[in-house]
């Protein structure tokens, strides 16, 4: 597509490599068919090409973001379904990561945005707030639907839906025994949200990579990955916790050295993944994040390779949900299955699988009209393969598909521990 | 008798177009005339007959197409294709006998009345084997719309607006269609002793089946003797038609008979004898009786043609059958045209439409012979023909009437 | 941006009633289905043929038939003209807005509303996509048989108004083939109804007519579809070939010889590598062109037409020939096929050509296509349905640079000609739109142009939709 930049503005490395990536756009409209917002929404403008067009005409006239961009990117999901549709191999995530650290520097959000986008911020990448908004957020639950009848406070309400009804017990993964012969010594991320909400699912790997005889390491200093800022446009925010991160993993690899920096929600790996990137021009960091990218692996992206024996039957039909942070950020789309089949289980996929779930991010908090339907959309998709239970590989896509169904939701890893020689995931009773 | 002018040359019938728009004449356009007697044109003025304009003008046979003007006999192209193991694969009805007419169907006439047989199920009509036509309009001018090609978004499609206008927006002076190789082999299957609506599930349930199935009609009991000289087997006969290559007919065949061997007794028919059946269905040979009885051509959905003709035999004197897996449903009338009650009808059953294709003059006189549209599409229509024909001067009959 | 193609010039009175007009409508649709702000509108500028650009008026995206009817209404009255949209894939300019005209769009009127399997038919909104329609019905084993390049993405609508074709129309035809019925809303906002679940519409076939209208002749808002059962089995099998002449000739014999698969698609080299990299389907990178033949039946038919084709095809001197494996490996063959014009975006920008000309034309037309683009300083990369004679030149050159797309334009004219004196046609089944509209002389008398322009006008005399396109706008009739 033809782009009209200035060399003034070419000058910025940032303008530059967006202008790269336009030119490839050759706006065939391909990405409009497999975007969750525009299926729901029926207006261009809420799809990749709609949202390409408005983030060029803003960056190519100079111009700060105004209320009408910054709804249409808001209400992307950056699920990148996009990408994996595009022909063209337009880099739409840089591109719309571009245009979100643009919005936060250029347009100033009404007052009660700022305000939960802040609290969002200083909560959900810290396990201890969070365990303890959480906790406050059972005794506000009888507000949400007040909260609901504002359009502005309508995030607070759909937050407090999504709360969950009791939180687990603060606890580290404990190092598992870890069984000979020794097949390699991994990192793995231990991350904010998960281990608050969830703590099984490292629990359950540790014990499952311990047993394949693989040592895990969980380095002091590492915590979220900054996707959270990032997808909030909060660039140096989010450099700042991958910087951090960065410098605990090289600890490791400098010292014992690790195989892999494995990652149990494919929210983070994507992020995780993207660090050579986001810190390539930061002359201190950019080899050393490239260096830590390259080593990124989701959990199940890094099992796959060590080739698991063919299990008995289990006698369960697992729905398989693709986070799309595993099929379109990561590209992995098989593997996840693979290792459900050879673990004895029956894996369906449901219709419409390349549709995000809602979840994203901080998005079902955001975004809570849109996200309840896409949220109903997928479930059932997923009801309609009629499983036993659903397995998917992210947090977000756990706890939003779990808020919108009775079939037990789990993490892969925890039915791999399971068919493995672990104990039967909590959830399936 | 009506003056018939027969120009030679399409400059010629534009000339002839002029004058009679001059001259407040009315034209009647007619080919071999073995269709008329049903579209009207006793009223005009004169018959404007294309059978001067006669002669295959291109046939190339790797391309699949042909050009032909338009007065050439239906017999002369399909010779020509005969020898080069091609046909017209919307099987044209040949209405001499179903009307009582004689003389030479014309190529301009099959196109100019949509003329389609028993594949129009798998291979389309007439006017979707249309390439590309020349006509005179009724300001005297020639017009070429379309082209030789199959795939042609060029402008508006005036092509399928000529192709079953029957001779009332333009003279079509040339017509170049899409040939198809003709099938080497074909049989036919016969499920025996299926009423009207059991007939049509098994239709619906074969058309279903990835068997390439390239006729389907029921006969009932009423017409069965008529076909093949009362060769086929005992009770209403269901055939359904396979054709291709030697090697895959017999083995579709063999599938075709494995699905349906459990509903009804099946027979089959070789090449020869399904040739004749299903020349004998295009055209409707239980009624070419000789009689003026009234016949009426009905399109429905499919499923919807059973149910229409039973409820139809509540209230009046019918005979049926089918083709179109059910959804061209040929329907003789005991006495009289009944049109009120069978369109009536029609509508209640989902839509569709039904022509007056025979009937006696009394009751042609009092009987829309296409179906009327209704006041919006028939004022789109009227627009439509004027803006090929502003001075009327073809003789429009009762096409597009409300 | 290229300059060399006209839009009407903007209605003043118009554009001086903008404000108007916009309560007006709002009066009309719900605040979500109206866009107008001027930065939202910018993304509305043009289509997939991306070197023509103008900002609409305002968009509606009405979600019932009340309310395009409604809003018809209104633009009649008013005068405002209207330009139609799908899903904006037009390679042709079909969906390009003008300044003084409101943008409709389909795509909030998105549902399958029926699948009747009996009748073999569904009944859908005008902004289904495509392939939502094979999807839907897909298991229970039907498809649509229609398949446009751009099928995951354009609407059904849109493929009505440019009469879109696809790799499988050798065997299936193109839209109008497949088309049983619509409702289309006309310019005044008269909704009517023209053909249904039966084969044959009553009266003069409008049906065809609206059939590649291009949205000049009323808005369809709902079609009726044929369904057809999936053969048993398809194949693809890849034919490659040392020179496209070679190609193009063992095609026209194919055809020749009364075999007619279901598909016979052309790449040349360029087009091989650019697919490749995209798809990664194995295509075959050391030969000069390709074929991809697809037949379908029983293994015994397939076995048969394909002996029979290999046979031709080594008469031709064929390279390779490798039949695929699996279901997989011929949905990779077909995904390669299908993003062709996208994956292009990779190396280059485009504009693409499609003309049709006779198979027997197919060798002399390729090789002059050559030598124009050459000619003209750039490169062509080959992508088409050859079993059709519908070629796709894909001319390469760089947007950013003036020169290079006035060049690119003046030899697709160039090539487009071509076709027409070769016997075929400007426009196979992308439409005439902005793109090939002042080529249409080329085509057409002055008389045969005028018949055409009369039958439009019986639709919408003020030519108020899509009034940029088709006709070539000097000699169109006063209003």
């Known amino acids: ?429 | 008798m009506t003056a018939a002018l027969i120009p030679a040359t399409e400059s010629e019938a534009a000339d002839m177009v002029r004058d009679a728009g001059a001259a407040g004449r009315r034209l009647a356009i007619a080919g071999g005339g073995t269709r008329s007697g049903f579209a009207g044109g006793q009223q005009a003025d004169a018959v404007l007959r294309s059978t001067g304009l006669s002669g295959i003008v291109t046939y190339d046979p790797a391309e699949m197409v042909m050009t032909a003007r338009a007065g050439t006999p239906v017999a002369e192209v399909e010779a020509a294709l005969a020898n080069n193991n091609q046909m017209l694969a919307f099987e044209p009805i040949d209405h001499r006998a179903l009307m009582g007419t004689d003389g030479e169907p014309t190529i301009g006439g099959v196109f100019a009345t949509n003329a389609s047989g028993p594949r129009r199920l798998s291979a389309g009509a007439a006017r979707d084997s249309l390439l590309g036509i020349r006509f005179v309009n009724g300001k005297g001018e020639a017009i070429r719309a379309g082209g030789r090609v199959m795939k042609n978004v060029t402008g508006l499609d005036l092509v399928k607006l000529l192709a079953g206008s029957f001779g009332t927006l333009g003279f079509l002076t040339e017509v170049t269609f899409r040939v198809l190789p003709r099938p080497q082999a074909e049989e036919t299957i016969i499920v025996s002793g299926l009423d009207d609506e059991a007939a049509a599930q098994v239709m619906a349930l074969s058309m279903a089946l990835p068997l390439d199935i390239s006729g389907a009609a029921h006969l009932p009991e009423s017409v069965r003797g008529r076909f093949l000289a009362g060769g086929l087997p005992e009770g209403p006969a269901t055939v359904l038609r396979l054709e291709g290559l030697p090697a895959s007919v017999p083995v579709r065949a063999d599938k075709l008979v494995a699905a349906l061997s459990r509903l009804a007794p099946l027979a089959r028919l070789g090449t020869d004898d399904s040739r004749r059946l299903w020349r004998e269905i295009r055209d409707v040979a239980p009624y070419a009786d000789g009689t003026k009885r009234p016949l009426w051509r009905v399109s429905v959905a499919p499923a919807a043609g059973a149910r229409l003709v039973a409820d139809l035999r509540l209230e009046a004197g019918i005979d049926a059958f089918y083709d179109w897996q059910g959804g061209l449903v040929w329907m003789r009338m005991e006495a009289d045209p009944e049109a009120d009650l069978v369109r009536g009808m029609i509508r209640r059953h989902g839509g569709g439409h039904a022509t007056l294709l025979r009937a006696s003059d009394a009751s042609r006189a009092v009987t829309p012979t296409f179906e009327p549209q209704p006041a919006a599409v028939a004022m789109l229509s009227e627009r439509v023909r004027a803006s090929l024909d502003p001075a009327g001067v073809f003789f429009s009959g009762q096409m597009g009437e409300a | ?479």
């Not at chain 1, 660039?235 to 690790?258: C, H, P, S, T, Y």
């Not at chain 3, 001197?317 to 994956?343: D, M, N, P, Y």
């Open chain 1, 1 to 429: 597509m033809q782009t009209s930049f200035s060399p003034d503005q070419l000058a910025d490395p940032h303008v530059a490599f967006s202008e790269s990536i336009l030119r490839r756009c050759v706006h065939c409209g391909f990405c409009t068919a497999t975007c969750p917002t525009y299926v729901t929404l029926g207006n261009e403008l809420d799809s990749p090409r709609g949202r390409i067009y408005l983030i060029k005409d803003m960056l190519e006239n100079g111009r700060p973001a105004d209320a009408e961009v910054v709804k249409h990117i808001d209400r992307c999901l950056s699920c990148l379904a996009c990408t994996t549709t595009c022909p063209s191999g337009v880099d739409y995530m840089h591109l719309v990561d571009h245009a979100r650290a643009h919005i936060e520097e250029t347009y100033r959000r009404p007052f009660i945005d700022r305000m939960i986008r802040a609290l969002l911020m200083v909560v959900l990448p810290y396990p201890a707030r969070f365990r303890a908004a959480l906790t406050l957020a059972r005794l506000g639950r009888p507000f949400a639907p007040l909260l609901k009848k504002v359009e502005a406070l309508r995030p607070l309400g759909a937050m407090l839906d999504l709360a969950p009804k009791s939180v687990p017990p603060a606890s580290r993964p404990v190092a598992a025994a870890v069984a000979a012969p020794r097949r390699g010594r991994v990192a793995i991320l231990t991350g904010c949200a998960q281990p608050v909400l969830d703590p099984g699912i490292n629990a359950a790997t540790v014990r499952l990579l311990g047993r394949l005889g693989v040592e895990i390491v969980t380095p002091q200093g590492e915590g979220c990955c900054g996707a959270l800022v990032h997808h909030m446009g909060r660039e140096e925010a989010a450099l700042e916790f991958a910087r951090q991160n960065v410098d605990a993993w090289m600890r490791e690899i400098d010292g014992k050295g690790l195989d892999a920096i494995l990652i149990t929600a494919s929210g983070c790996g994507t992020t995780v993944k993207d660090y050579g990137h986001m810190l390539r021009l930061d002359p201190a960091y950019a080899e050393k994040a490239a260096r830590v990218s390259a080593l990124a692996k989701d959990v199940t992206e890094y099992l796959a390779a060590l080739d698991l024996p063919q299990q008995p039957s289990q006698g369960l039909t697992v729905a398989y949900h693709s986070a799309c942070s595993m099929q379109h950020g990561q590209k992995i789309t098989i593997q996840p299955k693979l290792l459900l089949k050879a673990a004895g289980f029956v894996v369906k996929d449901p219709a419409e699988g390349h549709l995000c779930c809602g979840s994203a991010g901080t998005y079902n908090i955001l975004q809570p009209e849109i996200s309840a339907k896409l949220k109903t959309r997928k479930v059932k998709n997923l009801e309609a393969t009629k499983p036993d239970l659903i397995a998917t590989g992210n947090i977000g896509c756990m706890t939003q598909i779990g808020s919108g169904t009775g079939i037990p939701v789990v993490h892969t890893v925890e039915l791999l521990d399971w068919a493995y020689g672990g104990s039967k995931p909590a959830k399936l009773g």
């Open chain 3, 1 to 479: 941006m290229s300059a060399s193609i006209q839009f009407l010039k903007p209605r003043q009175d118009i554009l001086s009633r903008r404000a108007t007009i916009i309560a007006d409508l709002l009066e009309l649709l719900p605040p979500d289905c109206l866009v107008h702000e001027p930065r939202e509108l910018v993304p509305f500028e043009t289509d997939a043929f991306v070197s023509y650009r103008r900002l609409p008026l305002a968009v509606a995206l009405p979600e019932t038939t009340a309310q395009v009817s409604a809003v018809l209404k209104y633009c009649h009255r008013y005068g405002v003209p209207v330009v139609p949209r799908g899903a904006g894939t037009s390679l042709c300019g079909g969906a390009i807005p003008q300044e003084d005209a409101l943008v409709i769009g389909l795509s909030k009127m998105a549902k399958i509303l029926e699948v009747d399997l009996v009748n073999r038919c569904a009944v859908v909104q005008a902004g289904v996509t495509n392939l939502a329609i094979s999807d839907a019905v897909g298991p229970d084993g039907f498809f649509y048989a229609p398949d446009p390049s751009s099928q995951l993405a354009c609407t059904i609508g849109g493929n009505i108004g440019m009469n879109s074709g696809g790799a499988h129309c050798l065997k299936y035809g193109v839209t109008t083939n497949n088309l049983l019925g619509v409702k289309l809303v006309l310019v005044d906002g008269t909704v009517i109804e023209l053909g249904g679940k039966h084969l044959d519409a009553a009266g003069y076939d409008l049906l065809g007519l609206v059939c590649g209208s291009e949205g000049q002749l009323g808005i369809v808002i709902e079609a009726t579809v044929r369904l057809i059962a999936k053969p048993e089995g398809a194949r693809p099998v890849l034919f490659g070939f040392e020179t496209s002449e070679e190609a193009g000739a063992c095609v026209a014999d194919v055809i020749g010889a009364g075999i007619i698969p279901v598909a016979i698609e052309f790449m040349d080299k360029p087009a091989i590598e650019i697919c490749e990299a995209f798809a990664k389907a194995g295509y075959p990178l050391d030969v000069g062109a390709l074929l991809i033949v697809e037949v379908e039946g029983s293994e015994a038919e397939m076995d048969a037409m394909l002996a029979a084709i290999v046979e031709i095809a080594r008469r031709h001197g064929v390279k390779r020939v490798k039949e695929c494996q699996s279901a997989t490996e011929a949905a990779l063959i077909w995904k390669g096929r299908k993003s062709a014009f996208g994956a292009t975006g990779r190396i280059a920008d485009y504009i693409c050509m499609d003309g049709t000309v006779p198979l027997s034309q197919l060798s002399y037309v390729l090789k002059r296509t050559d030598e124009i683009v050459k000619g003209f300083g750039l490169r062509v990369a080959n992508v088409f349905h050859a079993g059709d004679g519908n070629m796709h030149p894909l001319i390469l050159f760089n947007a950013n640079d003036p020169d290079e797309a006035a060049k690119a334009e003046a030899a697709g004219n160039e090539i487009l000609k071509l076709c027409v004196d070769a016997g075929g046609c400007l426009t196979g089944e992308h439409g005439v739109g902005i793109e090939k509209r002042d080529l249409m002389r080329h085509q057409y008398s002055t008389a045969d142009l005028d018949q055409q322009m009369a039958v439009r006008a019986a639709f919408d005399p003020q030519w108020l939709l899509n009034p940029s396109k088709v006709f070539p706008l000097d000699g169109r009739p006063a209003i």
